[in-house]
């Protein structure tokens, strides 16, 4: 299966690099709205992107080198030609949670066309302080929210670039409604301890794609939630986190589809799991999870490698009696090697209720302590070519 970044997702690279050249005479620097290091722009940001936003040409947002502070904030299109906002400083978060509305982002994209935010700035989310004490959604389902770093809502033909997240209060980004979006050099840095800090999240998207990238956060580096189609993960090192997870999935009713999942070229460094799906049981949900392809991933120290976890239950927050209904089919785990810290480095365990179908695990080399890596399958078969440890029930 030869899967690499779309013509089209080149193409898109081109087009923004030669409008962010031509865009001398758009340029609209947060200084000039009167923004100044240490100081707080979010209303010199709002002003500086109103203008670039109705500007008919390409235009540029700039915040230049430097600390500033920044409140929350919605950048809201749509705009009436391609826009970058170019972020070179370091960009502070309140550090009181109460000071920022946790069912929003702190810093949120939404309704825009050829969207580019790049510039090699940090974003730090200050979790630290306050409010990682504060989270505890892991566990408890009626918990306080907390922000995350970013949303992109409903972007459209769009890069974020050379960019780094910093330990975000929640989750580090949120991607929702989005179509043809591109994470490139984009880094995520929080420690393992950070609580619910998934890197990348991404819902209800089609062809996004995280490229070139270091994701290190306290839980999944990247996670698709429902409704994710043509998804690409490619040349990415994940570590510490939980891995890189499809789910989980069946939780809430009217649940879409996901589909067309790749995950190629990837390093995955003392994280808790590898790659892994994930599916509630006992749930009213009926769905289906297709079509995932994981190839040519090194592992390091990793626990549980390869995954499928179709009674995943964290913190018994749920029901087992009734199997998952979430159907998952076409799965592919190809040249998978390194060293577990578990010594089970591959665990299929699947629905009783709607088994899994066409599984592959083909050259799988995984050690533990020296000695091969086992496997463990429930309510499965997986086709086995070449290397690959053997099923035991």
Not at 215 to 230: H, V, Y
Not at 257 to 267: G, H, L, M, Q, S
Request: glycine residues 8%.
């Amino acid at each position: 299966m030869d899967v690499k970044v779309s013509v089209t997702t080149l193409a898109l690279f081109l087009l923004l690099a030669s409008y962010v050249t031509a865009a001398h005479s758009g340029v609209f620097h947060v200084n000039n709205y009167g923004a100044v290091p240490h100081g707080d722009i979010t209303e010199a940001l709002k002003h500086a992107w109103k203008d670039a936003c109705a500007s008919t040409t390409p235009s540029k947002v700039a915040v230049p080198r430097g600390t500033y502070k920044l409140k929350q904030i919605t950048l809201r299109g749509p705009c009436k030609a391609p826009i970058n906002v170019l972020v070179q400083g370091t960009i502070l978060a309140p550090i009181n949670p109460n000071h920022l509305n946790g069912n929003d982002q702190w810093v949120r994209f939404e309704y825009i066309d050829f969207l580019t935010l790049s510039g090699g700035g940090t974003f730090n989310g200050r979790g630290k302080k306050m409010a990682w004490n504060q989270n505890d959604c892991g566990k408890n389902k009626n918990c306080k929210m907390l922000p995350m770093n970013f949303g992109f809502s409903f972007i459209k033909n769009s890069v974020i670039k050379d960019i780094t997240s910093k330990d975000s209060k929640n989750f580090h980004v949120n991607v929702l409604g989005c179509k043809n979006v591109t994470f490139n050099n984009f880094s995520i840095k929080a420690p393992a301890t950070s609580p619910n800090t998934d890197g990348i999240h991404i819902g209800r998207s089609t062809q996004v794609n995280i490229i070139n990238s270091k994701i290190g956060t306290g839980d999944d580096c990247i996670s698709l939630g429902d409704g994710s189609r043509q998804v690409t993960v490619l040349n990415v090192t994940c570590g510490p986190g939980h891995g890189i997870s499809v789910g989980s999935l069946g939780k809430y009713p009217n649940e879409e589809p996901v589909e067309d999942f790749t995950v190629r070229n990837c390093t995955l460094k003392n994280t808790d799991n590898g790659v892994r799906i994930k599916t509630w049981p006992g749930t009213p949900i009926t769905s289906i999870a297709s079509n995932f392809h994981f190839e040519d991933i090194i592992m390091v120290n990793v626990r549980n490698p390869i995954i499928i976890d179709q009674e995943y239950c964290p913190w018994n927050q749920c029901k087992k009696q009734s199997p998952s209904k979430v159907k998952i089919s076409k799965v592919t785990f190809k040249n998978i090697r390194g060293t577990s810290a578990t010594k089970e480095g591959v665990a299929l365990v699947c629905s009783s209720g709607v088994p899994c179908e066409t599984v592959e695990l083909i050259d799988i080399d995984l050690s533990f302590n020296g000695t091969i890596a086992t496997a463990k399958c429930a309510n499965v078969k997986p086709k086995i070519q070449r290397k690959a440890p053997t099923c035991a029930a």
